[in-house]
């Protein structure tokens, strides 16, 4: 066993485990739990046999597994940076939706301080 390998085994066991502890939680769901077990395992093998990674380079029509696991990975990487974008985009929508209602419930409910309603 190479040292990268022990490096990967460490590392995706931690990662899972925290994928793990996070659905136990409820912070993650099913569908994202399975996302990242997946992951980590195709990892795993292909640390263990690289020579699939080479089989997936010339299926995508690369030469190079190493190129073909690269250009995935940052596809993937777009992919979850695209969610994450969606995701704080619709928090700062909802945010915005709460300060304005709550803005709006706020003036109703206080006292009117308008100077000239006061001399009346």
């Given at each position: 066993?190479?040292l990268l390998?022990?490096i990967?085994?460490i590392?995706?066991?931690?990662?899972?485990?925290?994928?793990?502890?996070?659905?136990?939680?409820?912070?993650?769901s099913i569908?994202?739990l399975f996302?990242w077990?997946?992951?980590?395992t195709?990892?795993?093998?292909?640390v263990?046999d690289?020579?699939l990674?080479d089989?997936?380079?010339?299926?995508?029509?690369?030469?190079?597994?190493?190129?073909?696991?690269?250009?995935?990975?940052?596809?993937?990487?777009?992919?979850?940076?695209f969610?994450?974008y969606?995701k704080?985009d619709?928090?700062?929508q909802?945010?915005?939706?709460?300060n304005?209602n709550?803005?709006?419930i706020l003036?109703?409910?206080?006292p009117?301080d308008?100077?000239?309603?006061?001399r009346k």
């Amino acid at each position: 066993m190479t040292l990268l390998q022990i490096i990967v085994i460490i590392f995706i066991t931690f990662a899972a485990s925290r994928a793990y502890l996070r659905f136990k939680d409820k912070s993650l769901s099913i569908s994202n739990l399975f996302f990242w077990m997946i992951l980590w395992t195709i990892i795993l093998i292909i640390v263990f046999d690289p020579k699939l990674a080479d089989i997936a380079a010339n299926i995508m029509g690369m030469q190079r597994g190493t190129d073909t696991m690269f250009f995935i990975a940052v596809m993937l990487l777009f992919y979850l940076v695209f969610r994450i974008y969606v995701k704080v985009d619709s928090i700062d929508q909802h945010l915005t939706n709460l300060n304005t209602n709550t803005s709006i419930i706020l003036h109703k409910r206080l006292p009117n301080d308008n100077p000239i309603e006061k001399r009346k």
